[in-house]
Nanobody, 127 residues
């Protein structure tokens, strides 16, 4: 199993970045996918998640309306479009997979439900 995150970098406040996560080694279409982040000295926190079908994504309040999540089951990838970035968005961003998600259930926000994790990609937002 491999989750390869990419797209991080350094950007000024107000700017945009697009994170992508390429999955392999398991049945992507049966998994819910999530993005989490961890800033220095802080616990890992939920950012966004998307169900197997791509319907009804869920978001942390801090990113709602700014970070739309999407997935392409044919390409086995999930993306996070990060707009209107703020310095407090600075963190390492991780994609994660819940590999046996129930089709009709909304995606979940707690990291304990996610079995597979990528290596993380650094996002730094300067003020």
């Amino acid at each position: 199993v491999q989750l390869q995150a990419s797209g991080g970098g350094l950007v000024q406040a107000g700017g945009s970045l697009r994170l992508a996560c390429a999955a392999s080694g398991y049945t992507f279409g049966r998994s819910a996918m999530g993005w989490f982040r961890q800033a220095p000295g802080k616990e890992r926190e939920f950012v966004a998640a998307i169900s197997r079908s791509g319907r009804s994504p869920v978001y942390a309040d801090s990113v709602k309306g700014r970070f739309p999540i999407s997935r392409d089951n044919a390409k086995k990838s999930v993306s996070l479009e990060m707009d209107s970035l703020k310095p407090e968005d600075t963190a390492v961003y991780y994609c994660a997979a819940e590999p046996r998600a129930i089709l009709t259930r909304a995606p979940r926000s707690h990291p304990t439900f996610y079995d597979y994790w990528g290596q993380g990609t650094q996002v730094t937002v300067s003020s």
